[in-house]
């Protein structure tokens, strides 16, 4: 997944929209079992960080600052994190089966330090988005 939005979010959803990889969708549309997300939530099996960009666009055009943080590398180091958490649920193709780290790992940033992932910083407080 690599980013994650928090509780912070105010439903305007100019992220969704700005993501390349459609990881991003709205309140309504997550797949969140438990009904946690009540704001928009990244598919951490979609999220590419947008790293060929300088920051990720949904960071980039978020008008709340710290809403959108930091997460593990979907990689199969962190498998654990994604799919044992019940804070996810990732979704089950047809024919590969389910898209966990193991089975379809993402590009993320390696300048981002596993502690800053861990303790979930900003976004824009690591890549200086806020003045």
């Known amino acids: 997944m ?6 912070t979010c105010i439903n305007c959803d100019a992220c969704i929209d700005e993501c390349p990889a459609t990881a991003i969708v709205n309140s309504n549309e997550s797949p969140s079992l438990d009904g946690e997300y009540h ?3 990244v598919k951490p ?20 600052e710290g809403c959108i943080v930091w997460d593990m590398p979907y990689t199969e180091t962190y498998n654990d994190h994604f799919v044992v958490s019940n804070s996810y649920v990732i979704r089950v193709h047809k024919k590969k089966g389910l898209l966990s780290p ?6 993320f940033r390696e300048g981002i330090f596993i502690e800053d992932r861990s303790n979930r910083v900003s976004v824009g407080e690591t890549l200086k988005l806020y003045n």
């Not at 590419?48 to 980039?60: F, T």
């Open 2 to 7: 690599s980013v994650l939005i928090t509780d």
């Open 45 to 64: 099996e979609k999220c590419i960080e947008c790293v060929d960009a300088a920051v990720p666009k949904c960071a980039e055009v978020c008008p709340t």
């Open 102 to 107: 193991l089975v379809a790992p993402r590009p």
């Open 39 to 41: 704001y928009a939530y």
